[in-house]
């Protein structure tokens, strides 16, 4: 699933191309895809581009929105006659013809250009709310990792209530919002914390430690324009990012963890893959 650095990404390159446009158009190939009346957007601006924990959010006239969440296997893709970009699972659908098998929705802007929602498993989904409507969707999310509100006193309040793993509570959306296992288990190195430690273990200094690891991490996730897992679409221009090349443990099983040289093992937790060093992370 797209993380906050990529789906931020994505966010970023459509901005310059879609925002000023307007709506002309919106075919809806899978009814499951979408929701919301798609013709109450018809002839509407699009003033804005932004990004709330994993969701691409475009703020149109009239208080209207539309709201896109990638999930597993989502793609955002604009189409013009001299640009192609977007992101989202990499997959052949980034480099060939649209639509494809996997277009769900296709929105047509006024000037001819579009904006396709592919996705192949089906549970990425593109709504049509009003802003009181988004504002209830956000309500669901902790703040974003990267966000102003999220303190390091409200991580270690968070934190002290739960004895689980601290690479679980970390996943859940309702401690904070945005980070995924990727950009966890790298925190996690950086921190020198184990992953399998009880969240109400860490003392004050190590959740300091691990706040300011996470937000690192975060960061250069978007600077680098996210991850892009599979190696077969690394230079893809418009669409890769370049993230997984500085990694610093995840997909790095048998190699030397960059903190002490020691090598990195794959572990299993709670039916996902984590990677991480047991000579340094404690």
């Known amino acids: 699933m797209p993380e906050l650095p990529e789906v931020e990404t994505i966010s970023n390159r459509l ?11 919106i075919e809806v190939v899978s009814p499951k895809s979408f929701s919301g009346d798609q013709s109450s957007v018809v002839s509407l601006q699009v ?9 691409i959010r475009f703020h149109l006239q009239k208080r209207q929105n539309i ?8 793609q955002l ?11 989202g699972h990499p997959t052949d659908d980034w480099i060939a013809k649209l639509p494809s098998r996997h277009t769900r929705v296709q929105v047509t802007f006024n000037d001819g250009s579009k904006l396709f929602f592919n996705d192949q498993r089906l549970f990425g989904w593109m709504k049509v709310m009003s802003d009181a409507e988004v504002q209830n969707e956000f309500a669901k999310y902790a703040m974003d990792i990267n966000s102003d509100e999220f303190s390091p006193s409200y991580f270690q309040k968070q934190l002290a209530k739960r004895r689980v793993a601290i690479k679980l509570v970390m996943l859940d959306n309702k401690v904070v919002a ?12 950086l921190a020198k914390l184990s992953p399998f430690r009880a969240a109400s273990s860490l003392t004050l200094d190590e959740i300091q430690t691990l706040y300011d690891s996470s937000r690192t991490i975060i960061q250069k ?8 897992t599979d190696g077969k679409y690394i230079d893809v221009h418009g669409f890769a990012g370049k993230y997984q090349l500085e990694a610093r443990v995840y997909g790095r099983k048998g190699q030397n963890c960059l903190n002490c040289g020691n090598e990195i093992v794959k572990d299993r937790q709670a039916g996902r893959g984590t990677y991480w060093c047991k000579n340094c992370q404690k």
């Not at 901005?15 to 158009?25: C, D, F, Q």
């Not at 709201?67 to 989502?74: A, S």
């Not at 996730?221 to 892009?228: C, N, Q």
């Open 77 to 87: 893709i604009y189409v013009d006659e001299n640009h192609r970009v977007g992101g």
């Open 178 to 189: 945005g980070i995924g296992n990727i950009y966890v288990c790298d925190a996690l190195n």
């Open 47 to 55: 003033l804005g581009v932004s990004r709330r924990a994993k969701m």
């Open 15 to 25: 901005r310059p191309y879609i925002v000023g446009k307007t709506i002309s158009r």
């Open 67 to 74: 709201l896109v969440h990638l999930k597993m296997t989502g």
């Open 221 to 228: 996730g978007i600077d680098l324009g996210g991850a892009t």
